[in-house]
């Protein structure tokens, strides 16, 4: 069955970095595309980043634009988030998310469990 | 402030039917297929309806989706106690290049 397991969360300061994986099974993962989507603290999801089946495009929220790094090892079934320069509004649980049907008709057919970032001094 | 609008709350009795809206544009729902996730507390969304009204597998047929112009529906009926969670329309945003989604209905099952 397809499995989504995040991992890397934990407390960091602000302007420091983290890097979060996600290791996926139960599916040919080169074949997807995958989205990271956060949801802080009693609020709503809000999208992150996608990266496209084949790594050849990535787009990102403007919230995060210029500071988050989107990425995926194939070989290692792996889907990754590089985060820099982190702020306090980074606060949130970070989801990996597959994407399933061509672009106009995507949608997130599983996720992960969510892994916790916190963002404080 | 989200790109697709959805109403902060929502609440029926048991055995009820109850409906929630998204709307949004040209540039998303408008022209593109929409989904509807599932949040029960505590938990991971969970996928509910894509391509604007098919269930997965696993879904019960108390959930429908529709869709027309740049706004859609999520229906539930026959409420129960186990529907109570956080709902979220999603799509794509051809002039953000950005997925959306909308702010999130809670609904409460008296």
């Known amino acids: 069955q397809v499995q989504l397991v995040e991992s890397g969360g934990g407390v960091v300061q602000p302007g420091r970095s983290l890097r979060l994986s996600c290791a996926a099974s139960g599916f040919t993962f080169s074949s997807y595309g995958m989205y990271w989507v956060r949801q802080a603290p009693g609020k709503g999801l809000e999208w992150v980043a996608v990266i496209w089946y084949d790594g050849s495009r990535q787009y990102y929220a403007d919230s995060v634009k210029g500071r988050f790094a989107i990425s995926r090892d194939d070989s290692k079934n792996t889907l990754y988030l590089q985060m820099n320069t982190l702020r306090a509004e980074d606060t949130a649980v970070y989801y990996c998310?597959?994407?399933?049907?061509?672009?106009?008709?995507?949608?997130?057919?599983?996720w992960g469990q969510g892994t916790l970032v916190t963002v404080s001094s | 402030q989200s790109v697709l609008t959805q109403p902060p709350s929502v609440s029926a009795a048991p055995g009820q039917k109850v409906t929630i809206s998204c709307s949004g544009s040209?540039?998303?729902?408008?022209?593109?297929?929409l989904s509807w996730y599932q949040q029960l507390p505590g938990t991971a969304p969970k996928l509910l309806i894509y391509d604007n009204n098919e269930r997965p597998s696993g879904i019960p047929d108390r959930f429908s989706g529709s869709k027309s112009g740049t706004s859609a529906t999520l229906g539930i009926t026959g409420l129960q106690t186990g529907d109570e969670a956080d709902y979220y329309c999603g799509t794509w945003d051809s002039s953000l290049s950005a997925w959306v989604f909308g702010g999130g209905t809670k609904l409460t099952v008296l």
């Open positions: 998310a597959r994407v399933a049907g061509a672009v106009i008709k995507s949608y997130l057919d599983y």
């Open positions: 040209s540039s998303n729902i408008g022209n593109y297929y």
